[in-house]
C-alpha cells in the first residue's frame, strides 16, 4: 500500500498540492532500509560528481567572492592572487558612498519592483484565459505567448533595440502611421527604465503563465463548479477560488523571477550601456565594468556580496509573506 | 629527515620550480625561428582590422612559412580583452595597440621591448614613437598616426547660407544653428553624449581652450577654468537642442551624415574612407576643416603600435611582419587602404599621400600643432571619468563646474 | 487540462457566456499579436533593403526581398564557427547534467546513505546563488588553470546544476522502491539498478531537464562574456551583443544586425515550435514542488 503512494507522487493527483518526493524515507523507507543497511558508498559515489564540480565552481567561488571583498584585488593578483592584501571593509564603506553604485541598486530595485509584479500578473491573466475554454486555439495561444522565452535575450534585446528606435522603428512607424510621433525611448531618462521593464515582461510572462497554467489544472474541477452554483461570477471565481490555490505557485514564480530580474545583465549591455546618465545602469553591469574593465575585482566582488544579500532577503522575506497566507 | 627523502624532495622542489618558471617565464627556448613554419596570430581593431587581414595574406605569399591570422576585435571590448587576456596569460603573438593603451600594457609588462636596431627612432614623429617609451624602453612600433578634424556638410551649409569652414566657436556654434533652423536638419552637429569614447570629441575643445589634463606636478587638471569652459562650450549644443543627448551603443554618425540629420561631427581621418563605402552620394557635398579655434585649433594625436607580446613563441614572426608593415611604400599603401595616416616620416613622401584626396588636408595642418594623450597606466579608467563627466553635462544637466569638480575628483587617485 | 476544456464545450452556452468567452479569446489574439510582433519585425527587417529600412514612412513588407544583410553579416561575423561553439557547449553541458543530476536525484530519492540531508541542503540552497556572484573568482580560477578560450571554461561550471538535481529527485521519487529492491535482491549493482532500470523509467523528465538546460546553455551570456577574449571562441550571444555595440563593424545598419537576431533566435525557435509541448509540459512539471 505505501508503494502505491509513493509511485503517485510523481504524477498530479486530486488534492491539487502534489509533493513529490518530499517525504521519501518515510512510508515504506525505514523498515526495510535497516533491514538492507545503509548504502554508504553509492550514495557518496553516485553524489560526487555533482559535489566536485559544486564544490569547485560554486563552494570555493562564493567563498573566494566574499575573500575577495575584503581586499583590493587587482589586475595583478589575477596572476599572483596571494600577493594581494587586505583592506578590511574599506570595499563596503567606498560602495555605500559610490553614487554610481547607488543608481545602480536603485535601478536594479526599481527593475524588480515593477518588473516583477508586472510578469507575474501578466503571466497569471494569460494562464486564467487560456485556461477558460478557448477551445482548439489554446495550444496556439500557449505557444504564442511562451515562444519569447526560449530567445536569446541578446538576440532578443538587439530586436527590440531596433523597434524602440526613434527614427526608423516599429513604434515610431506605427505612431507615424496614426499621426503621432513617438518618444526617443531608450535615449530618455525617464522611459528608458521603463522600457526595458516592459521588455523583460514580455520575454518572462511565458514562463510564469505556463507555471500558472499547471497550477490552475491542480485545482479540483470541483471546487470551481461548485463555486459556479453559488453564483460567484468569474471575477469572484478568481479572486476566492483561484488566487488562493495558486498561492504556491505564485510563491515559486514570484522567488524565480525576482531572483533572475535582479541579475539583470544583458538588455542595458546591449540596448543602452546604462545610459543615458546612468538611467538603466543596473549592479551587475556595474559590476562587471568594474569587475572587467579596470579588474578591481576585490570592489566588483563586493557588488557581488550586496547584491547576494539582497537576493536572499528579498527570496526569505517573499517566502515568508506568501508562505504565511497559504496555510 | 633521512638523506634520501631530503633528496627526493629537493629534487621535486626544484622541478616544480622550473616547470614554475618555465610555465611562467618568457618561453625563451621555445622560440620559433622566422624560418620556421608558423601561424601567427594578431589582434587588429576596428576599421583597421577589418583591412589588416588583407595585408597578412599579401605576407603570407612572400613568406609562405608563416601563416597570419588577424582577429578582428571591437574598439568597445578591446580593451577588457586584451587586459583578460593578459591576466589569463591566453595572448596573441602581436596586436595593433591604441596609442593610449600603451601605457597601461606597458605597465603590465605584457610587452616585448621594440629592437631598435631594426626599428629606427629617427625614422617615425617623435609623438607616435614616444607614445610607447617608458624608461627609455621602446614597446612598440609606431604604425599609423591620426587626429581629429572638423567634418561638415557643405551642401546644407550652402543652404542654410554658409559658404566658409567655421574658424572660430563662434562659427561653429552659428553653423549649426543654420544647419538645424535654416537647411531644416534634425540636429545641427554631432557631439558625443555619453559612453565609450565620450572624451574622444571632448579632448579638442579642452586643448584648443588652452587646457591639459594634467597639470606640470602630474595631477589631474580637470578643474581648471580651460576645462570649464571647454565643457561650457560642449554644453551649449545639448543645452540649444543642437546635438542628440544620447546614442545607442552601436551609433554611427556616418549614416546620419548622409541622410544630413547630423551635418557635422569631429572625427580622424577613416572616416573619409566609411563615407566613400557607405555614403557614396556625398561626394563633393562634404569637407573637413581644422578645428574651429578658440585660443587656438588644437586636436590631439591618436594612432596605433604594433606590439608583440612577451609570452609569444612567434617573436622574429612578429618582427618579420612588423617590418613587413611599416615599410615606407606600405606605409603608403595602408594610406591608401584605410585611409590611416602614415606614422613613419618618409612615407609621406608617397604618391599615395601626395595625390591624397582634400579632404586629408585637414588631418595634415591639424596634426602639426597637436598634442599627445599623457601616457597613463591608468588611462582607460581615467577616460571612463571624462566620458562620465561630460554625461553629467549634456545627460544630466549638470553645471560645467560641477561637472568639472567631478571629474577633478574622480581622476585623483588615477595618477601617480 | 482536459477536463476543463470538455468541460465547457459540453454544456450549451448561454448568450453572456458567449460574449464572455469571444472577448476573452479577442483578448488572447491580442495578445498573442504583441508577443509576435518583435519576431515579424525582426525577420521583416533583415530582408529590408538599406532604403527601405530608413524610409518615412515605414516600409511594412520590403518591396524587394534582399539577402544583403546576411551576406555581410556573414562576412563580418564567422557565424559558422560561433555557432558550433554554442552548440558543442550546449550539448556538452546537457550531457553533463542528464548524467550527474540524475546520479545525484536517484541518491537522494532512493539511497540511504550518512550525509543525505546536508547534501539535499547543498542542492536547495545552490538553486538561490546566482551565478554571476560567482564571476569574479571563477574569472581567476579558469586563468590560473589556463582554461580562459576553451571549452572546458564554457562547459564544466555549468556541468551540474541544482535545479537538474531537484527535478530529477523528484521523478525518481515516484519510482517503485519494489521494483529497486527486487533487482537488489537478485543481486544487481546499484550502477546497473540506476542506469537500466531507474534511468529509462524517468525518460520524460530527462526530456524535461535535456531541452532547460540546452536551452539555458544556448542563452547563455555572462559567462561566456567574460571567459572568452579570442572572437573565435564566442558563443552565438557573445558574438552578437559585441557586435551590436560596435559601430565600426554594423555601421548603424539595423538590417544586419535583425539578420544577426534572426540567424541567432530561428534554430531555437523552430525547435521550439515543433517539441512545444515537451517545453510546456516540462516547465510545468519541473515547477511543482
Given at each position: 500500500m505505501t508503494t502505491t503512494t509513493d509511485s503517485r507522487r510523481g504524477a498530479p493527483g486530486s488534492t491539487g498540492k502534489v509533493r513529490p518526493?518530499?517525504?521519501?524515507?518515510?512510508g515504506a523507507g525505514p523498515r526495510r532500509r535497516d533491514r538492507l543497511s545503509v548504502q554508504n558508498l553509492p550514495g557518496w559515489m553516485f553524489s560526487s560528481p555533482f559535489l566536485v564540480l559544486f564544490l569547485t565552481f560554486m563552494a570555493v567561488p562564493i567563498v573566494a567572492t566574499l575573500v575577495m571583498s575584503f581586499t583590493d584585488f587587482g589586475l595583478a593578483n589575477v596572476r599572483d592572487p596571494f600577493s594581494t592584501e587586505f583592506t578590511g571593509l574599506e570595499n563596503y564603506t567606498r560602495l555605500f558612498e559610490d553614487e554610481r553604485f547607488l543608481t545602480a541598486l536603485f535601478n536594479t530595485g526599481y527593475f524588480v519592483v515593477l518588473g516583477v509584479p508586472l510578469t507575474v500578473g501578466a503571466g497569471l491573466v494569460a494562464a486564467v484565459l487560456l485556461n477558460s475554454g478557448v477551445g482548439r486555439l489554446r495550444t496556439f495561444f500557449r505557444v504564442g505567448f511562451y515562444a519569447?522565452?526560449?530567445?536569446s535575450i541578446v538576440a532578443v534585446a538587439v530586436v527590440w533595440r531596433f523597434v524602440l528606435d526613434?527614427?526608423?522603428?516599429l513604434i515610431s512607424g506605427l505612431a507615424a502611421e496614426v499621426g503621432l510621433t513617438s518618444p526617443d525611448f531608450l535615449g530618455s531618462k525617464a522611459l528608458a527604465m521603463p522600457s526595458l521593464i516592459v521588455m523583460a515582461v514580455w520575454r518572462n510572462m511565458g514562463t510564469a503563465m505556463v507555471l500558472f497554467l499547471a497550477g490552475l489544472q491542480g485545482i479540483p474541477t470541483e471546487v470551481r463548479e461548485a463555486a459556479r452554483l453559488d453564483g460567484a461570477s468569474m471575477w469572484q471565481e478568481f479572486r476566492s477560488v483561484t488566487v488562493p490555490l495558486l498561492r504556491p505557485t505564485m510563491l515559486y514564480v514570484s522567488v524565480m523571477t525576482t531572483i533572475g530580474f535582479l541579475n539583470v545583465f544583458e538588455e542595458p549591455f546591449v540596448?543602452?550601456?546604462?545610459?543615458?546618465?546612468?538611467?538603466?545602469?543596473?549592479v551587475s553591469l556595474d559590476m562587471y565594468r568594474e569587475g572587467?574593465?579596470?579588474?578591481?575585482m576585490g570592489y566588483a566582488s563586493a557588488m557581488a556580496y550586496v547584491l547576494f544579500t539582497v537576493i536572499l532577503a528579498i527570496t526569505l522575506l517573499q517566502l515568508r509573506l506568501l508562505k504565511d497566507k497559504t496555510r | 629527515m633521512q638523506p634520501i627523502p631530503r633528496i627526493a624532495a629537493a629534487t621535486a622542489a626544484t622541478t616544480a620550480l622550473a616547470l614554475l618558471l618555465t610555465g611562467c617565464?618568457?618561453?625563451?627556448?621555445e622560440q620559433a625561428s622566422a624560418k620556421d613554419k608558423q601561424t601567427l596570430t594578431v589582434w587588429g581593431m576596428g576599421e583597421e582590422g577589418k583591412h589588416l587581414a588583407k595585408l597578412g595574406k599579401e605576407f603570407n605569399e612572400k613568406h609562405s612559412n608563416i601563416t597570419v591570422k588577424v582577429t578582428p576585435v571591437g574598439w568597445d571590448v578591446v580593451h577588457q580583452k586584451l587586459t583578460s587576456a593578459v591576466a589569463a596569460g591566453e595572448?596573441?603573438?602581436m596586436a595593433q595597440m591604441g596609442s593610449t593603451m600603451m601605457g597601461e600594457f606597458i605597465e603590465l609588462q605584457a610587452l616585448e621591448p621594440v629592437d631598435e636596431k631594426t626599428f629606427d627612432?629617427?625614422?617615425?614623429?617623435p609623438a607616435a614613437w614616444n607614445s610607447g617609451v617608458k624608461d627609455g624602453k621602446a614597446y612598440g612600433v609606431p604604425w599609423y598616426v591620426d587626429t581629429r578634424a572638423l567634418y561638415y556638410r557643405t551642401d546644407l551649409a550652402e543652404k542654410a547660407g554658409v559658404d566658409e569652414p567655421p574658424a572660430t566657436w563662434d562659427d561653429q556654434r552659428k553653423l549649426a544653428k543654420a544647419y538645424k533652423?535654416?537647411?531644416?536638419?534634425?540636429?545641427?552637429t554631432y557631439h558625443?553624449?555619453?559612453?565609450?569614447?565620450?572624451w574622444q570629441t571632448w579632448l579638442p575643445f579642452l586643448y584648443s581652450a588652452g587646457?591639459?589634463?594634467?597639470d606640470k606636478s602630474g595631477?589631474?587638471?580637470?578643474?581648471?577654468p580651460e576645462s570649464v569652459k571647454a565643457l561650457e562650450e560642449y554644453a551649449h549644443y545639448f543645452d540649444k537642442g543642437l546635438s542628440r543627448k544620447s546614442s545607442p551603443?552601436?551609433?554611427?554618425v556616418v549614416k546620419d551624415f548622409g541622410s544630413g540629420d547630423a551635418p557635422m561631427f569631429i572625427s580622424g581621418p577613416w572616416i573619409v574612407n566609411n563615407i566613400k563605402d557607405?555614403?557614396?552620394?556625398l561626394k563633393g557635398k562634404y569637407a573637413t576643416a581644422p578645428l574651429p579655434a578658440d585660443e587656438s585649433s588644437t586636436s590631439w594625436v591618436g594612432g596605433a603600435s604594433l606590439v608583440t607580446f612577451?609570452?609569444?613563441?612567434?617573436k622574429a614572426a612578429a618582427k618579420e611582419f612588423q617590418k613587413f608593415l611599416t615599410e615606407t611604400e606600405q606605409q603608403g599603401r595602408w594610406y591608401e587602404m584605410a585611409k590611416s595616416l602614415p606614422a613613419?616620416?618618409?612615407?609621406?613622401?608617397e604618391p599615395a599621400l601626395k595625390n591624397a584626396?582634400?579632404?586629408?588636408d585637414a588631418f595634415e595642418e591639424q596634426l602639426k600643432t597637436a598634442k599627445t594623450v599623457p601616457p597613463l597606466a591608468k588611462w582607460e579608467e581615467f577616460a571612463s571619468k571624462i566620458d562620465e563627466g561630460v554625461a553629467r553635462i549634456?545627460?544630466?544637466?549638470?553645471?560645467p563646474e560641477k561637472a568639472a569638480a567631478w571629474m577633478q575628483k574622480a581622476t585623483q587617485g588615477l595618477v601617480d | 487540462m482536459t477536463a476543463q476544456v470538455s468541460d465547457t464545450a459540453s454544456r450549451p452556452l448561454h448568450k453572456g457566456e458567449r460574449t464572455g468567452r469571444r472577448l476573452r479569446v479577442a483578448t488572447l489574439w491580442a495578445g498573442v499579436l504583441v508577443m509576435t510582433t518583435p519576431f515579424l519585425w525582426m525577420v521583416l527587417s533583415s530582408f529590408k533593403s538599406e532604403r527601405d529600412l530608413g524610409a518615412t514612412p515605414t516600409v511594412?513588407?520590403?518591396d524587394e526581398w534582399t539577402l544583403v544583410h546576411f551576406d555581410k553579416l556573414l562576412d563580418l561575423l564567422d557565424m559558422g564557427s560561433h555557432f558550433f561553439n554554442s552548440t558543442l557547449v550546449a550539448v556538452a553541458v546537457t550531457g553533463c547534467n542528464l548524467v550527474f543530476c540524475s546520479m545525484l536525484g536517484y541518491a537522494l530519492a532512493k539511497l540511504n546513505f550518512a550525509g543525505k540531508r546536508p547534501v539535499f541542503g547543498l542542492v536547495l540552497g545552490a538553486l538561490m546563488v546566482p551565478h554571476n556572484l560567482m564571476l569574479m573568482p571563477m574569472f581567476v580560477m579558469v586563468s590560473k588553470m589556463g582554461l580562459?578560450?576553451?571549452?572546458a571554461a564554457l562547459i564544466l561550471p555549468f556541468a551540474a546544476g541544482a535545479f537538474g538535481v531537484f527535478l530529477m529527485r523528484q521523478f525518481m521519487s515516484a519510482i517503485p522502491d519494489e521494483l529497486l529492491e527486487a533487482a537488489r535482491i537478485d543481486g544487481a549493482g546499484e550502477w546497473f539498478i540506476f542506469w537500466r532500470i531507474a534511468m529509462p523509467l524517468v525518460k520524460p523528465a530527462l526530456a524535461t531537464l535535456a531541452i532547460f538546460t540546452f536551452l539555458q546553455s544556448w542563452n547563455n551570456f555572462l559567462w561566456p562574456l567574460v571567459a572568452t577574449?579570442?572572437?573565435?571562441?564566442?558563443t552565438l550571444p557573445v558574438a552578437l551583443a559585441t557586435f551590436a555595440i560596435d559601430p565600426t563593424k554594423t555601421n548603424g545598419s539595423n538590417g544586419v544586425l535583425m539578420a544577426g537576431a534572426f540567424l541567432v533566435v530561428l534554430p531555437v525557435l523552430l525547435v521550439f515550435i515543433v517539441l512545444q509541448r515537451y517545453f510546456t509540459q516540462g516547465i510545468a512539471t519541473a515547477g511543482l514542488k
Open positions: 518526493g518530499a517525504g521519501t524515507g518515510k519569447p522565452v526560449v530567445t526613434p527614427a526608423d522603428g540596448m543602452t550601456e546604462g545610459g543615458p546618465d546612468n538611467s538603466t545602469l543596473t572587467f574593465d579596470f579588474f578591481h | 617565464g618568457s618561453g625563451g627556448s595572448l596573441p603573438d627612432k629617427g625614422d617615425y614623429f533652423d535654416e537647411a531644416k536638419a534634425e540636429w545641427g558625443q553624449p555619453a559612453n565609450v569614447g565620450t587646457g591639459q589634463l594634467l595631477k589631474p587638471a580637470l578643474d581648471s551603443p552601436d551609433y554611427d557607405q555614403q557614396p552620394q612577451e609570452d609569444s613563441e612567434h613613419k616620416k618618409a612615407a609621406w613622401d584626396p582634400e579632404q586629408l549634456s545627460q544630466k544637466g549638470e553645471s | 511594412w513588407i520590403p580562459i578560450d576553451s571549452y577574449n579570442d572572437p573565435d571562441k564566442y
